[in-house]
């Protein structure tokens, strides 16, 4: 079974652009969770995704937005890039049963924004 | 409000060695935990996970045990080997709060051949 994939794994942007990253779930699991990883605050949630539908949502402003299509496939985007948004974004997908089962990561795709 | 702290930050053993990793947790109400292990500049990849009416779990050379009543994990590694170096992550789901993880900031382990 193919494992998580991230597109692209690597983003060069320039403050005020804006970037979509891309996640494909583990076939079958319906569950797609972002998450942010830098050196300073270390993993932080962002938001998950069930069947569409946003379920969980972290502490992050609104320039960060997600959404999943019916094939649980998964998007990001960040809109008006600041410095502080370089950080490696992980996505996970579970099956996810009421919060028993085990998340599955991606590799990451590395923002560097300049 | 979830904290989750992981002692020490770092690590570094002789090839062999057991040892042993520690993680916190601020709010017993968890549906469960889990440990993780990041190489460099890589995703993370899924270890062990305790659901929360576990005492154990094992996976090879890797134990990790949970006490939910003091908050407490520890991954246990034996027979350590230099292929075991990386950065380990403890992190809990909250009840009521599925898909969203609350990690550690980590323990990176080296171990020297």
């Known amino acids: 079974k193919a494992g998580v994939t991230q597109t692209p794994r690597y983003l060069i942007k320039t403050r005020g652009q804006q970037v979509t990253l891309s996640c494909s779930p583990i076939?079958?699991?319906?569950?797609v969770s972002w998450y942010q990883q830098t050196p300073g605050q270390g993993l932080q949630f962002l938001f998950e995704?069930?069947?569409?539908?946003?379920?969980n949502k972290g502490n992050f402003p609104g320039r960060f937005s997600g959404r999943q299509f019916s094939n649980s496939r998964s998007e990001m985007n960040v809109s008006t890039l600041e410095l502080g948004d370089s950080a490696l974004y992980l996505c996970?997908?579970?099956?996810?049963?009421?919060?028993?089962?085990?998340?599955?990561f991606g590799p990451g795709t590395r923002l560097t924004v300049l | 409000k979830q904290e989750v702290t992981q002692i020490p930050a770092a690590l570094s053993v002789p090839e062999g060695e057991n040892l042993v990793l520690n993680c916190s947790f601020t709010?017993?109400?968890?549906?469960?935990l889990q440990w993780f292990r990041q190489d460099p500049g890589k995703g993370l990849t899924s270890l062990l996970l305790?659901?929360?009416?576990?005492r154990e779990q094992t996976s090879g050379r890797l134990n990790a045990s949970l006490d939910k009543s003091s908050g407490r994990s520890t991954l246990y590694i034996a027979a350590s080997q230099p292929g075991d170096s990386a950065t380990y992550l403890c992190a809990v789901i909250r009840r009521g709060s599925q898909g969203n993880l609350i990690f550690g900031k980590g323990t990176k382990l080296s171990v020297k051949p």
């Open positions: 709010d017993s109400a968890i549906y469960n």
């Open positions: 995704y069930f069947s569409e539908t946003q379920r």
């Open positions: 076939s079958g699991h319906r569950s």
């Open positions: 996970a997908s579970s099956l996810a049963r009421t919060g028993v089962d085990t998340q599955y």
């Open positions: 305790i659901q929360s009416s576990q």
